[in-house]
């Protein structure tokens, strides 16, 4: 199993930039993907996640109304429009798919894991 990442970089406060996850030997269409990042010196957190379908979605409350994931069976890919960005959504996220079709938010029930894709956000 390989999950890709893509389309990290550096932004100006106020931009926008679209993550890519493209997973390979997968059944893509029976797991939740989710998307974590890991802000410089501190933890992997929780930022988005879509239910196997991609009838549901759920963000963490400091992503709301600027952050939208979606996902596209066909192409065994899921994404993360990131818009408005602020310096502190400097991070490395990370893409993961889950051990279950449902929208889980914890760290332990996403089984596979991206290389993580570096987005920096000048001020």
């Known amino acids: 199993v390989q999950l890709q990442a893509s389309g990290g970089g550096l932004v100006q406060a106020g931009g926008s930039l679209e993550l890519s996850c493209a997973a390979s030997?997968?059944?893509?269409?029976?797991?939740?993907m989710g998307w974590f990042r890991q802000p410089p010196g501190k933890e992997r957190e929780f930022v988005a996640a879509i239910n196997w379908s991609g009838a549901s979605t759920y963000y963490a409350d400091f992503v709301k109304g600027r952050f939208t994931i979606s996902r596209d069976n066909a192409k065994n890919t899921v994404y993360l429009q990131m818009n408005s960005l602020k310096p502190v959504d400097t991070a490395v996220y990370y893409c993961?798919?889950?051990?279950?079709?449902?929208?889980?938010?914890?760290?332990?029930?996403?089984?596979?894991w991206g290389q993580g894709a570096q987005v920096t956000v000048s001020s």
């Open positions: 993961a798919a889950a051990s279950t079709r449902y929208i889980v938010v914890v760290t332990t029930m996403y089984t596979y």
């Open positions: 030997r997968l059944p893509f269409s029976n797991y939740a």
